[in-house]
């Protein structure tokens, strides 16, 4: 009996030993209860000492200490920018008045294990770790920590904090949204040089990081990808099941939905819906709003409104939609999600899409670094715009938002667990994320016309369109756009519903791509091409958008 007694103690402390924690060199080994505190990047005085968080345990009379800098290492060139440089930590560790612990010891090496402390350094993660001998009956909420970086002799950074366990990190989520005509487009790849643009840039960084995206693939670009380029439908559903991907689902053809009937609304997010689920086995739960034309009939801008978007998502599994947050959310937090007044019983989600943080996002990528970490537990700061945008693609092009945003991504991971990227599926039931009930206000993003509506000036864009004679009509006179497609709907309305009347759906919904856009002030020509079957398919290059964006089939 006594000897399985100490055979029971022998394997007792040998399981305590193999649970013990220990520095390897591995972010995920490090939980937030560990974290202590951000420190601004940006603010460094050198190219390299840039601390951007600070973590510290206390375990088995060893104090464990993470600091994670933004500069130590390059994702892309592969390079330690720390090897061989006179480079220096300062750590005091005092409480009260006494000091506990104070040392100067260089950094520029991998590792180092003396007597005194022993560390680790892994370029790779940006990542550098110690651990010291303590022997202080002090916990770590009782400390106070203070670092400095030397590179040359110099001060560059500092950080102080206490070991409080008030987890105060970050939380942010990114979405893409793709949409290019029913034809081949280069977006999936780039321009020339390739390597510099294209949605896979962007797919690239997250599968690297494993850090969640939320991407959209139009109802007209996901078939575009199929016939052109199936290869990369085959990467986003493979990132679906490797849990980098998260999809989102909208109106199948991006028609501006406010102008057109609710049964041909509520027909395009349940065709869309289901190809989502169809190509990339995932059911979204949150929805892109065409052009993010939000807009109520009865209230202003309201010319030409004929059907309030809210009531087209539920029933097709559809949670929260995705709207900007200065124009339909105004005076609300952009930090939260939220629940949109209505009084037809629907519990629908409004996720606001940052706008301050996609300005930072494109041009300033220390900025949205330390936009993240100012969330808190209880925030969440979303990035949404067209995919293009990151992938610098077409007027973006050869700009530095893809690096920028590549630099984030790589923030992000190095920095876990004090930034959390999500999946905007799982922050709806994030508690933490809770907002209020709001009221949604009329409107587009800015650049589009704002408050003013579809084009400004009430809703000009569509208004023009609609009384436009359209290019392909033989009657006398010319019947315009808005008379086409209602006289389609009517007539699809009171039809049979067959394979042909489906079929005369979904060529209707294709035909009212981007219903309207304009170019200069101008309806865009490839809007006419759209609605003039005469037009043989082609794709203009001065556009971002498609010309033709039906007639293309994959022999």
């Known amino acids: 009996m006594k000897k399985l007694y100490l055979l029971l103690i022998l394997l007792t402390t040998i399981c305590v030993q193999l649970l013990a924690f220990e520095i390897e060199g591995n972010p995920k080994s490090w939980n937030k209860e560990d974290f202590i505190g951000f420190d601004k990047v940006g603010d460094c005085n050198s190219h390299i000492g840039d601390i951007s968080s600070v973590f510290s345990r206390i375990e088995n009379d060893k104090l464990f200490l993470r600091i994670t800098f933004d500069d130590m290492y390059s994702h892309r060139s592969k390079v330690d920018y720390f090897t061989d440089e006179d480079i220096q930590v300062k750590l005091t560790i005092t409480t009260g008045n006494t000091k506990l612990f104070h040392n100067i010891f260089e950094i520029d090496k991998a590792s180092k294990n003396d007597e005194l402390l022993s560390f680790l350094r892994t370029p790779e993660y940006n990542l550098f770790e110690m651990k010291i001998d303590w022997s202080e009956e002090q916990s770590r909420e009782n400390l106070f920590f203070n670092i400095d970086i030397f590179h040359n002799q110099n001060l560059v950074d500092e950080f102080s904090a206490d070991g409080s366990e008030d987890y105060r990190g970050g939380n942010a989520a990114f979405v893409h949204h793709g949409n290019q005509g029913l034809t081949y487009t280069e977006v999936f790849y780039g321009q020339d040089p390739q390597e510099t643009s294209g949605f896979d840039e962007i797919l690239e960084v997250h599968q690297a990081t494993l850090i969640p995206g939320n991407f959209h693939m139009s109802g007209t670009l996901m078939p575009a990808a199929e016939w052109h380029n199936p290869e990369f439908n085959d990467w986003l559903e493979s990132g679906v099941d490797e849990g980098y991907v998260a999809m989102l689902t909208s109106a199948l053809g991006q028609h501006m939905m406010p102008f057109l009937q609710n049964d041909m609304n509520d027909w395009s997010v349940s065709i869309e819906t289901d190809m989502v689920e169809y190509r990339y086995g995932y059911t979204p739960k949150v929805a892109w709003i065409p052009e993010r034309v939000w807009l109520s009939p009865g209230v202003y801008p309201d010319a030409g409104v004929i059907d309030w978007l809210g009531d087209n998502w539920q029933q097709h599994g559809v949670e929260a939609v995705i709207l900007d947050d200065y124009i339909h959310l105004a005076g609300a937090d952009n930090k939260k999600i939220h629940w949109m007044n209505n009084n037809d019983g629907i519990n629908l989600r409004v ?20 936009h993240i970490n100012t969330t808190g537990q209880y925030g969440i700061t979303v990035y949404g715009t067209d995919w293009e945008v990151a992938a610098e693609m077409n007027e973006h092009h050869e700009t530095s938002f893809l690096d920028n945003y590549e630099s984030v991504m790589w923030y992000c991971y190095d920095n876990y667990p004090a930034i959390n990227v999500w999946k905007l599926d799982a922050a709806l039931y994030n508690a933490d994320f809770d907002g209020t009930s709001i009221d949604v206000q009329n409107g587009t993003y800015g650049l589009l016309g704002g408050t003013d509506g579809y084009g400004g000036s009430n809703n000009s864009w569509y208004a023009n369109w609609a009384a436009t004679p359209s290019l392909s009509d033989f009657h006398d006179p010319k019947w315009n756009y808005g008379a086409v497609w209602n006289d389609t709907y009517s007539n699809l309305m009171s039809a049979p519903n067959n394979s042909l ?25 490839w809007e006419h091409h759209a609605h003039d079957p005469k037009t043989p398919s082609r794709h203009d290059a001065s556009s971002s958008k498609p010309t033709q964006p039906w007639n293309t089939h994959p022999d």
């Open 351 to 370: 996720i606001p899409i940052d706008n301050d943080f996609v300005g930072m996002m494109h041009y300033d990528a220390d900025g949205a670094k330390n």
């Open 501 to 525: 009347a489906q079929l005369g759906w979904y060529t209707l919904m294709i035909n009212l791509h981007e219903t309207g856009w304009h170019d200069e002030g101008e309806i865009a020509g």
